[in-house]
């Protein structure tokens, strides 16, 4: 079956610019996690989704948000882009709460904001 | 502040030998535990995971050890493989929101053949 399926893969922005990903998670998945990876902090969780509801979210400002359709698609933004937002943002998808832990990933949106 | 930490950024290995990468955490509310390995340019995928009711899981050239008291787990891979080459990261989630999976920073794995 199809993986998690994220687009773009890449993108530039300029500071004070907004951004919208979007994740398709694997059929049947309805947990979708986002994460952001930058080098040296490792994956810092942002949110989580289920069934439309965001269940968990990050340490992250308000400039980031999240959202769930009702086919489990979700999309993140950013809002007001800062340099330090130019990293490689990745979407996992699970069952439901991820029984045994295992997340399924995507293959990352990178942004870079210049 | 960093719940997951592995310490070692890198390591090396020749084939064959056996690879040991470690991690820690801070936050003693979590209750499972979790190993993902990355190739450049794909996302992470699964490993291997153990819950704290566990000192021990075993998968193939794959285990994980878990000392909760010390707050430290292992991943051991027996034997190496250039194919084992990848970023290897540990993780970690409590109960009841098992869909927060907290992640450390990695520790790039290099299999000299």
């Known amino acids: 079956k199809a993986g998690v399926t994220q687009t773009p893969r890449y993108l530039i922005k300029t500071r004070g610019q907004q951004v919208t990903l979007s994740c398709s998670p694997i059929s049947g998945h309805r947990s979708v996690s986002w994460y952001q990876q930058t080098p040296g902090q490792g994956l810092q969780f942002l949110f989580e989704y289920f069934s439309e509801t965001q269940r968990n979210k990050g340490n992250f400002p308000g400039r980031f948000s999240g959202r769930q359709f009702s086919n489990s698609r979700s999309e993140m933004n950013v809002s007001t882009l800062e340099l330090g937002d130019s990293a490689l943002y990745l979407c996992?998808?699970?069952?439901?709460?991820?029984?045994?832990?295992?997340?399924?990933f995507g293959e990352g949106s990178r942004l870079t904001v210049l | 502040d960093q719940q997951v930490k592995q310490n070692s950024p890198s390591l090396s290995v020749q084939e064959g030998r056996i690879s040991i990468l470690n991690c820690d955490y801070t936050n003693s509310m979590f209750d499972y535990f979790l190993w993902y390995k990355k190739y450049p340019a794909e996302g992470p995928t699964f490993l291997i995971s153990?819950?704290?009711?566990?000192d021990k899981n075993e998968d193939g050239r794959f285990t994980v050890f878990l000392n909760k008291s010390a707050k430290h787990l292992s991943l051991h891979i027996v034997p190496s493989q250039p194919g084992d080459s990848a970023v290897y990261f540990c993780a970690a989630s409590a109960w009841p929101s098992y869909d927060k999976v907290i992640f450390g920073p990695g520790t790039s794995l290099s299999v000299i053949p």
């Open positions: 996992a998808s699970a069952v439901w709460a991820s029984e045994n832990g295992e997340l399924f």
């Open positions: 153990i819950s704290s009711i566990k």
